[in-house]
């Protein structure tokens, strides 16, 4: 069973330069999620989706762009990146009903360093 | 909006002894779930219990058990018999039942000395 499944793991860009973080789940999750999580710090929400089809921003969306066209995927589009975004990024996902639901399953992670 | 706070940056602890780590969070939600994430050094977040708001009982897995306030909005964790595979970075997180934004305090790193 993969769980979630983030590609690349590691990347360097330069400074203007553009990418996409992939990330895929195989559990039928509803909901998925991209955090970054800077040097010795928490986790902070960028963007997260609720369903195919609808996403939305969280608290450092600025930088980014998201899409959910199906179920199982859920990429971050980074455009015209700085060094500012230089962190490691986390993919998750979980499922909920409104009424119950499952803990948050995370990727192994993407390191991004933007020189 | 829904925050997490670990007052505790850094904690430590000797091997085969108990540590505490709190964990307070400020909602007005009445249904939500409380979680703890471990990330060691490979950068993997693991849960390691999770907690429903209705239920009164206090969650416990093996060797970690929380202290779970509702009134006070207190989630502690307790790790009993500390191991040195214990020694990682802790994350308390928060979730609204009908919600679905997870939100992540700031961490507590955790060194167990032999």
């Known amino acids: 069973n993969a769980g979630v499944t983030q590609t690349p793991k590691f990347r360097i860009l330069k400074i203007g330069q553009s990418m996409t973080l992939q990330c895929t789940q195989d559990?039928?999750?509803?909901?998925m999620y991209w955090y970054r999580q800077d040097p010795g710090m928490g986790l902070k929400l960028i963007y997260y989706?609720?369903?195919?089809?609808?996403?939305d921003k969280g608290e450092v969306p600025n930088g980014y762009n998201v899409s959910r066209s199906t179920t199982e995927d859920f990429p971050l589009r980074l455009e015209l990146a700085a060094p500012s975004q230089t962190s490691v990024y986390f993919c998750?996902?979980?499922?909920?009903?409104?009424?119950?639901?499952?803990?948050?399953?995370f990727g192994q992670g993407t390191r991004l360093t933007v020189v | 909006a829904q925050t997490v706070t670990q007052s505790q940056p850094e904690m430590s602890v000797q091997e085969a002894e108990t540590v505490t780590l709190s964990c307070t969070y400020d909602?007005?939600?009445?249904?939500?779930?409380l979680f703890w994430y471990k990330q060691p050094p490979s950068r993997q977040m693991i849960l390691v219990i999770r907690?429903?708001?209705?239920?009164?009982q206090n969650a416990t897995e093996n060797r970690f058990s929380v202290n779970f306030q509702k009134a006070a909005k207190s989630f502690s964790l307790k790790i009993s018999d500390s191991q040195l595979g214990d020694a990682a970075m802790y994350f308390c997180?928060?979730?609204?039942?009908?919600?679905?934004?997870?939100?992540f305090g700031e961490g507590t790193q955790l060194t167990v000395n032999p």
């Open positions: 907690q429903e708001a209705y239920k009164q």
């Open positions: 998750a996902s979980s499922y909920s009903t409104g009424t119950s639901g499952t803990e948050a399953f």
């Open positions: 559990m039928n999750h509803n909901y």
């Open positions: 997180a928060y979730r609204q039942t009908s919600g679905s934004r997870l939100t």
């Open positions: 909602t007005s939600e009445s249904d939500y779930y």
């Open positions: 989706s609720v369903g195919a089809g609808i996403t």
